[in-house]
């Protein structure tokens, strides 16, 4: 039988209970399912001036391109998608 201090039963019990906190993290971590953040492709815009690429969901028709002003419209193939 081995002797036990008390310095030695401490690092035990802290490094056990760090251990058992980290395999629940790593158990727990791997379930979480992280939120996919899709745009539209509707919502993507691409200036015809300055060929700025930006996205307004509000608008569907005409948008008006936050860089240069202007205002572009979705070509009929565009607004289907
Ligand atoms: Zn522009």
Same mark, same amino acid.
């Given at each position: 039988? $081995? #002797?036990?201090?008390?310095?030695?039963?401490? $690092?035990?019990? @802290? +490094?056990?209970? &760090? @251990? *058992? /906190?980290? *395999? &629940?993290? /790593?158990?727990? =971590?791997? !379930?979480?399912? &992280?939120? !996919? $953040?899709? #745009?539209? !492709? *509707?919502?993507?815009?691409?200036? +015809?001036?300055?060929?700025?690429?930006?996205?307004?969901?509000?608008?569907? =028709? /005409?948008?008006?391109?936050?860089?240069?002003?202007?205002?572009? !419209?979705?070509?009929?193939? =565009?607004?289907? &998608?």
């Amino acid at each position: 039988m $081995f #002797r036990l201090d008390v310095t030695m039963a401490i $690092f035990l019990y @802290l +490094t056990s209970s &760090l @251990l *058992a /906190i980290f *395999a &629940l993290w /790593i158990f727990f =971590e791997r !379930k979480a399912v &992280l939120p !996919k $953040f899709v #745009r539209e !492709k *509707a919502d993507v815009w691409e200036c +015809t001036i300055c060929a700025y690429t930006y996205v307004d969901s509000k608008h569907h =028709e /005409i948008s008006q391109c936050p860089q240069c002003k202007s205002y572009n !419209k979705k070509s009929p193939e =565009e607004r289907l &998608l």
